[in-house]
C-alpha cells in the first residue's frame, strides 16, 4: 500500500503523515510502515532538496525536472523496495504537488505536465489524502515558522491557485484522492484520516 500526503504548505501533513505511521507501527509491528518525503526522501539527496527549496529558476521547467529526477531516485531507493517487502509507504508530497503546484502555482499546462510525468516509471499512489485547510489556517502555520523556503514565501494568490488545483484534482480522480478537512484539533484530523482509509489496511 503506496499512501501519499498532499495540501498547501501549512496545511498540517508533516503532523498527520507521521501520526499515521506511528499508529501503523503500533497496529501492524515494526517495520511495517515507512515514513518518508519529497523532495529529498533518499540518503544523500540533502543537497538537491537544498537547491529545489532554496534557489530561484529562470526556465519554467527547471524545477518539474529537479522534482522529477528527485522523484526517480526516491521511488528506486526507497519507495519501490519498501512496497516489494510489503511495508506501508506513507509520503509527504509526490506526483500530485508537481500537478498542483507547477500548473496551478506556476502555469504550466496540464497536459504537459502529465506528459512529462508519464516518461518516469515509478509506482503510483494506492491513496492520497488531500489535507484540504483554508489559506488563512495554512498562511498563519506558515508564517510561524522561523526560515519560510521560496514556495512559503509566494504568499496568498499563489496558495489559493495550489489548493483549487489540488480540489480539481481530486474531483478528477475520486477513488484514489480523498480530500480530508484539515481544520481544528490534530487529534479530530486525524480520526478523520482514519475514517478515511478505513478498508485500505
Ligand atoms: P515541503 O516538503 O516542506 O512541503 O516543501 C516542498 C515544497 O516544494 C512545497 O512548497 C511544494 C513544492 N513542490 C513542488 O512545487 N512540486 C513538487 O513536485 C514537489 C514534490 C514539491
Request: glycine fraction near 8%.
Amino acid at each position: 500500500m503506496f499512501i501519499t500526503f498532499e495540501g498547501i504548505d501549512g496545511c498540517g501533513k508533516s503532523t498527520q503523515a507521521r501520526r499515521l505511521v506511528e499508529f501503523l507501527l503500533r497496529e501492524k509491528g515494526n517495520g511495517k510502515a515507512l515514513w518518508t518525503r519529497e523532495p529529498g526522501g533518499w540518503t544523500g539527496s540533502g543537497n538537491l532538496r537544498e537547491l529545489i527549496l532554496s534557489q530561484e529558476f529562470e526556465h519554467p521547467w527547471t524545477e518539474v525536472f529537479l522534482f522529477l529526477a528527485d522523484r526517480c531516485e526516491h521511488a528506486k531507493k526507497i519507495i519501490e523496495p519498501a512496497l516489494q517487502e510489503g511495508v506501508i509507504v506513507i509520503c509527504e508530497r509526490f506526483d500530485d504537488s508537481s500537478r498542483a503546484y507547477q500548473v496551478w502555482g506556476r502555469g504550466i499546462e496540464l497536459e504537459k505536465i502529465e506528459r512529462a510525468l508519464a516518461l518516469a516509471e515509478y509506482p503510483r499512489p494506492d491513496r492520497t489524502i488531500l489535507l484540504d485547510v483554508s489559506v488563512e489556517t495554512a498562511m498563519g502555520r506558515v508564517l510561524a515558522r522561523a526560515n519560510l523556503d521560496r514556495y512559503e514565501k509566494e504568499g496568498k494568490s499563489f496558495l489559493e491557485r495550489v489548493i483549487e488545483g489540488y480540489r480539481f484534482l481530486a474531483a478528477r480522480e475520486k477513488s484514489r484522492i480523498r480530500p480530508v478537512n484539515g481544520e481544528g484539533k490534530p487529534d479530530e484530523v486525524f480520526a478523520r484520516i482514519l475514517d478515511s482509509l478505513e478498508g485500505c489496511f
